[in-house]
Structures are given as C-alpha cells and as structure tokens.
C-alpha cells in the first residue's frame, strides 16, 4: 500500500565569500607542516567517519520508528473498527480505549465531525482541522489512501499516519512523538563530534611525534654543519640506521672531507710558500741593512730609493709573518700556552707597553678582576693589532676599556676615525681586505692582515671580534672572551709584560716620522 512521504524541505544557499584583504602569514616549518597534515588528515577522516555514521544510524532508526508507528496506527485502527461496528457504540469512548503510549494522539473524521479521546479537541467540524495534522495528509487520506507525514508537534518532531476505515465510513489518524529520537540523534551527534574532536587531536599529537622523528636528523644535520662553519671541519655525521638517510649522511661527509682536504691544501701551499720566502727575504734584509750603513755614500735619489725599498721589505716581511701565523692556525698547528690572567692588568700593562701611557686605558665596574684562560702571548698581539689598525686607518686609538657581560669579559678599542660603514662591519676582518685603502701601497697603511690574524686569535680562545660605532663618533673594535669563573678572584695575577710586542720595522719607521 502506498504511502505519501511529504515534509518540509530546507535549502541554504550560498552566498559569494568576501574577503578584507589577503594576508600574509609567515612560513610554517617543517616541523609545523607535518604536524597540521596529520591534523588535517585526522580531522578530514573523522569527519566523513562521523558524518556517514551518524547518516547512516539516522537513516536507520527513524525508518524503523516510522515502520513501527505505521504498524501501530494499523493496530490501532483494527480496533477503532471494531469498537464502531458496535451498535450505539461512543466515538470518544472507542477512542479512549486505545492502548496508546505516551505522546501519542489519536484522532477519528466521521460523519463531517473530528473526535479524539483529547478533552482538549473534542467534536469539531471539518473546516477546524487540528494543527497537528498537516493539510495534504487530511487530504490524500479522505481520498481513501494510506499517507504518512513527519510534523511538529507542540514544538516537537512527530510522525502523522492516516488510514481510511470504509466499513466506518471514517478517516483515523495518529500522531505519534519523536522526541525521543530526535534526543537520541542529538545525544549521538555529540558523541560522533567529540569522538572526531579526540580524533583529530590524536592526529595532531601523532603528526608532532611524527615530525619529532623526521626533524631529529635534519637538526643532527645542521648542527654538524654549524660547527663545519665555524671551523671545525673534523665534524662528520654519524652513520645512521636508515638507509634513506644514510645516503645523505654519506654524501655529506664525502662533501666535508674533501672540503677539509682542499683547506688543508691550501693552508699547506700558504704555509710552504710563506716559508720559502723567508730565506730570500732574510737576504734582501741583509743587503738592505748593508746599504744602510753607507747611506751616507748614496747620492739623494739613492737614499730617497732605499728609504722606499727599506720600507717595502719591511711591509714585506710583516706579511711573510702574519702569513706564517694565519697558516699554522688554518692547518691546526698552532699550539696555545692557555693560562688564567687577569685581563684588566694584562690590558692595562700591554697597552702602556705598546703605547708608552699614550692611550688611556677604562676598567669599568665589575669589570675589575675578571680571570680568562688565554695565551698571553696571541692575546696581546690581537691587542697591538687593533691599535696598530686604529693608528693606520682611524687616527690613532682615543681609549681602550675592559667591560664585562654576563659569562662573557669584553676589551674594546676606540678610534677617532669615521667609523666602518655597516656593510664592511664583516669584510674588515677578511684577509687582506683593506676597504678604502685598497690599491694604495703604503707600509703605514699595514699588509691587510692584521685584522683578520687577530680575529684568528680571538676565535682560537672561544671568542668573538666584532665592529661597531664608537658613542660620539668613530669606530670601537670589541673582542669577547669567555670568562673562566664569572665574578670569581683571578687564581693568578698577571704580571706587567717585561717587554710588548715589538713593533714592526716599517711602522716604527713611520711612526717616527709621525712624531717628528
């Protein structure tokens, strides 16, 4: 028999999006992708999980309620046509003996007159149809076909069957609750979003350890690589179980050692060139000297010659020097003489040594004391560069302090110059790089080592050279030492130096001329 499935039909549409405006986010890293595609992809199959259970479920049990209501209007109106075939039988009373459940209203069209068991609906005429019965129902069932339709009912979900009773010549109709249901539905939405909800956070902790796992070799990778930058390329990976990674870590280590094997080419080749020219330097000095002693025999042109050459051999060997140095610390041969000194004296006394009490020197508080483990020797020759630099360059140094940070003892040199420009703060402590003074060949203004030697004899020590402006003007160099005991008394008092380190050939030279 067939039924009539009406109801109300509910649409959305939907509209064009808008936007403010596009923004930009930062990019996620690698870590954060893998963490929101598990996220995502959790959230993703927990949701069509979800949704297709809980259709599936809805479209179920509301089809096995709806069977159930038909059967009961059916059995019930079985029972309504029989308490009507009674002569002088009572409409309402027939009604009120139906064996109805809880939220269920019967209702009977005879006669052009409804009657329910309700007090509350009573006799009425057909025009004043009851609320709950939908219009199409009344209509299709006084046709004399079987119709069904879901409704609402005192503001709850109801399911509306009529039948057609001939023998009665009467229309019965039942109105049976769904609250229940619709409960039950609610209350397995919550469960099926909360479940999805525990789904997707799974997912996102998954996809965290997931990423943990995958980054973990990737930070072995640039740790290792950060250390190959600042110098230690004896650095190598570990050889790993994974045997996609494992051909990373190979290649990478292949990279290094041959990175390693060309550096300690070169530092060879600079050091072996270095060493070859000093036997012929040591003979050009000789002759030099020699020439000197009869400079008093040489025409002015002469003498005006060997002043030039004096000098040039004198830058000469200055760099034949620095370079020696810079190639032993390239090739790891230079040995350090470590000792705890107190840098505020060792400073103060160097300083004076070099300067003769020209430059000024500032120990600023809390700065007093401070104990390094250092090679005196390499550290004061880094120190007799910035002064020979802020003389060559930058009018000579103005003051030269002792500061402290936390874990980390600071010596700065200020210059009365102009100052570095921003963009040559790094470059200046490249080898032979002279900025401005480039192309010029003059033995005041140094061989372009000095600088970058003693930036290598901070960076021996575990330090840090760096350039910044002086407060008023100028340039200040500042060298960053770790301390061995932050605030702790110096086990050992660096004595005052019997003798600085000597100045070069050509710069005493030029500095005497300065002078005079």
């Known amino acids: 028999m ?3 499935l009406a109801g109300p039909v509910l649409s959305a549409k939907l509209g064009p999006s808008t936007s403010a405006g596009q923004r930009r986010w930062p990019p996620l890293g690698l870590r954060a992708r893998v963490t929101v595609a598990f996220g995502a992809g959790a959230a993703a199959l927990s949701g069509v999980l979800a949704g297709t259970t809980y259709g599936l479920v ?3 049990l509301l089809a096995e309620r709806e069977n159930a209501a038909v059967v009961r209007t059916y059995s019930d109106a079985r029972l309504v046509k029989a308490g009507l075939a009674v ?3 009572n409409v309402a009373g027939v009604l009120s003996s139906l064996p109805l459940g809880q939220g269920t209203l019967s209702l009977l069209y005879r006669d052009g007159q409804w009657y329910s068991a309700s007090v509350a ?3 009425l005429p057909r025009s004043s149809r009851p609320a709950s019965l939908p219009p199409a129902l009344v209509a299709m069932v006084s046709t004399g076909a079987p119709a069904r339709q879901r409704v609402t009912s005192q503001g709850q979900p109801a399911l509306a069957v009529g039948l057609p009773i001939p023998a009665a010549q009467a229309d019965y109709f039942e109105v049976q609750s769904l609250a229940e249901l619709a409960r039950t539905f609610s209350v397995l939405a919550v469960v099926l979003t909360l479940s999805a909800a525990a789904t997707t956070l799974g997912g996102v902790l ?10 973990r070799p990737l930070s072995s990778i640039a740790e290792v690589a950060a250390a190959i930058a600042g110098g230690a390329v004896d650095r190598r990976l570990p050889k790993s179980d994974d045997p996609d990674l494992d051909v990373l870590a190979v290649s990478f280590n292949e990279m290094v050692s041959a990175l390693q094997r060309r550096m300690e080419r070169d530092a060879r080749f600079a050091s072996d060139v270095s060493h070859e020219l000093r036997s012929p330097l040591t003979t050009v000095r000789a002759a030099v000297e020699l020439l000197e002693a009869f400079r008093a ?3 002015s042109e002469g003498g005006r010659a060997l002043d030039l050459l004096s000098a040039e051999v004198g830058r000469f060997s200055s760099m034949v020097q620095d370079l020696l140095e810079i190639s032993r610390s390239d090739a790891g041969a230079a040995n350090l003489d470590l000792e705890e000194l107190a840098l505020d ?3 103060v006394n160097t300083v004076a040594a070099y300067t003769h009490g020209a430059v000024p020197v500032r120990v600023e508080p809390g700065a007093q004391g401070l104990v390094v483990k250092a090679d005196r020797r390499r550290l004061q020759r880094a120190l007799a560069n910035l002064l020979d ?6 009018g000579g140094a103005v003051l030269v302090g002792v500061g402290r940070r936390p874990g980390v003892a600071s010596v700065y040199v200020d210059d009365a110059g102009p100052g570095v420009p921003a963009e040559e703060r790094e470059r200046v402590f490249e080898r032979f790089y002279r900025g401005a003074a480039a192309g010029r060949r003059a033995a005041h203004l140094g061989t372009g080592l000095g600088l970058a030697l003693a930036a290598e004899h901070v960076k021996a020590h575990g330090g840090h050279m760096s350039v910044t402006d002086r407060p008023g003007g100028g340039a200040r160099f500042v060298v960053e030492l770790p301390l061995v005991v932050p605030g702790a008394e110096p086990s050992k008092r660096a004595e005052p130096p019997k003798r600085a380190e000597p100045l070069k050939p050509a710069d005493r030279a030029q500095r005497a001329r300065g002078r005079a």
């Open 121 to 123: 609906v009573g006799e």
């Open 206 to 215: 998954v996809g965290r350890w997931a990423s943990h796992r995958l980054v």
């Open 87 to 89: 002569p002088g039988a």
């Open 58 to 60: 809805h479209h179920y």
């Open 345 to 347: 004296d060792l400073v």
């Open 389 to 394: 630099n802020a003389w060559a360059h930058a």
């Open 2 to 4: 067939p039924f009539l």
């Open 297 to 299: 025999q040489l025409p």
